[in-house]
């Protein structure tokens, strides 16, 4: 079992900056890839971001490229989502998932496909326009 706590979320003005943590517990943090995810009020949950267990593959969805960035503290079984040039459609819950991979890597759209074993319990990211 691993357990994910999400953390970093709040209320920001379009065009500004935020930075969400997710600390895993439970089990080894590098045999997971890593995901985040966001639902927005009245829609479905959609894939945002993924890393690899290494951290050397990472994969985004179209409408956060360029303005978010994923990463991960193997040491301190924490992923990150830095969250640049916000914008009112990044309102969402976010949640960050893993995927059990072990020491694999795949090529980067894989890892919007695979299925996510745990999941924590999401942070509010409010931006207002």
């Known amino acids: 079992q691993v357990q994910l706590v999400e953390s970093g979320g709040g209320l920001v003005q379009a065009g500004d900056s935020l930075r969400l943590s997710c600390a895993a517990s439970?089990?080894?943090?590098?045999?997971?890839?890593m995901g985040w995810f966001r639902q927005a009020p009245g829609k479905e949950r959609e894939f945002a971001a993924a890393?690899?267990?290494?951290?050397?593959?990472?994969y985004y969805a179209d409408p956060v490229k360029g303005r978010f960035t994923i990463s991960r503290d193997n040491a301190k079984n924490t992923v990150f989502l830095q969250m640049n040039s916000l914008k009112a459609e990044d309102t969402a819950v976010y949640y960050c998932?893993?995927?059990?991979?072990?020491?694999?890597?795949?090529?980067?759209?894989?890892?919007?496909?695979?299925?996510?074993?745990?999941w924590g319990q999401g942070t509010q990211v409010t931006v207002s326009s």
């Open positions: 998932a893993a995927a059990q991979t072990g020491m694999k890597s795949y090529i980067g759209e894989t890892y919007s496909k695979i299925t996510y074993d745990y």
């Open positions: 439970g089990h080894t943090f590098r045999n997971y890839a």
């Open positions: 890393i690899s267990w290494s951290g050397s593959i990472t």
